[in-house]
C-alpha cells in the first residue's frame, strides 16, 4: 500500500481556536478530543497541529477518511479558509478548498485518475490561483499559478514548478512546496521529528484504537535518505 495523508490547512486561524473547533468536530461525530504528549505516531489515533504565524496546520492521524467533513467544519466554524490536502497512494497530491464552509476551489493535477471524467468535471480540478490570491492577501498570483498543471505519470524527466522548490510535478511531496508558499507549514521534518503539539482524536466512523506497535513516521524523504 502506498502514502496516504490527510491535512487540513487553515489561513488565519490561531492553534486553540482549531482545537476548540476540532473537539467539536470529534463530539458531534461521537467521538473525542485530547491533547497529548507524544513525540511518534505509535498511537494510530494521534493527529499532529502546527503553527506557522496566522496559519495553522492539523495533520490528522492515519486511516481516518473525513478529512473533507472536517475541512468543512472548520471553515464553517472558524469562519476562514481552510484547504483539505490529502496525498492518494503516493501517486498525487490534491485539495479542496472551503470558505465559510462551503466548497469554492478544487486542485487535482491526475483528474482522470479513476475515470473519465466530462470536459466541465475536469476543468473543475484544474485549480484557481486567482481565488486563492483573494483568500491570501501576502500571496501573488505568480508564486502558486505553475502548480497548477495536469500531469504525466509516465514522465521520465518531471520538472519543478519554482527553482526553489524541493520536489517536482508527478512527486506527491509537492504538496509540502505548495503549503510553504501559501503559509503552511508541513507538521513534520525531514528526521520525523514533530513541529506542534500532538492531539489524540476519534469519532464513530474512526474508532478510537488500542496502542501498537511503533508506526514509521510520515518524513518527506524516503527512510533510506534518513541515515
Known sequence: MGLFLALSGLIGAEPKNVKRALSDFALSHNGGFELKVERSTNDPNIGVITRNGPNTTVMYPDGFLEWNEASRFLSEKLLKPVFSLHIHDGDFWMYVLYQDGKEVGWFNPVPEYWE???????????????LIA???????????????????????????????DDFTNSDCWQMCDFMKKIGLEYPLGDDGSMHGDTFRFWTKEFRLHQQTTPQPLKSKKPWWRLW
Open 134 to 164: 483573494e483568500l491570501i492577501p501576502s500571496l501573488s498570483t505568480g508564486a502558486i499559478l505553475n502548480y497548477f498543471s495536469e500531469w504525466n505519470l509516465d514522465e521520465e524527466n518531471p520538472t519543478k514548478a519554482y527553482p526553489d
Open 116 to 130: 473519465e471524467l466530462p470536459l466541465e468535471e475536469k476543468e473543475r480540478w484544474k485549480g484557481d490561483a486567482a
